[in-house]
């Protein structure tokens, strides 16, 4: 069975930290491109980052960009997402999903395969 299973959410006070791991099971994500997507309550699903299946294409929203990090962990079948300086507005439900490489990697409907997601919370 092909699942994702994102984890490291929690609540965080501004200027803070977290590292979210998007672990697969059921299928080695090494030959898959992974985005980072998130969802504020009345906002639309918003792409945040993107790593093609070879590491070769690493993208960032500009909202993130020196912000946020991502990488992959392929002796444990897992993608991170580093993030750091988070803002209030950073505050959303996280998802990872995976698909073969793609141009419009912010678009969800590019992806197949999606985790439940994690809750980020940036408050003080």
């Known amino acids: 069975q092909v699942q994702l299973v994102e984890s490291g959410g929690g609540l965080v006070q501004p200027g803070g930290s977290l590292r979210l791991s998007c672990a697969a099971s059921g299928f080695t994500l090494d030959y898959y491109a992974i985005g980072w997507f998130r969802q504020a309550p009345g906002k639309e699903r918003e792409g945040v980052s993107y790593?093609?299946?070879?590491?070769?294409?690493?993208d960032y929203a500009d909202s993130v960009k020196g912000r946020f990090t991502i990488s992959r962990d392929h002796a444990k079948n897992t993608v991170y997402l580093q993030m750091n300086s988070l803002k209030p507005e950073d505050t959303a439900v996280y998802y990872c999903?995976?698909?073969?490489?793609?141009?419009?990697?912010?678009?969800?409907?590019?992806?197949?395969?999606w985790g439940q997601g994690t809750q980020v919370t940036v408050s003080s």
């Open positions: 790593i093609s299946s070879g590491g070769v294409r690493i």
């Open positions: 999903a995976a698909n073969f490489d793609s141009h419009y990697w912010w678009i969800p409907d590019e992806y197949n395969y």
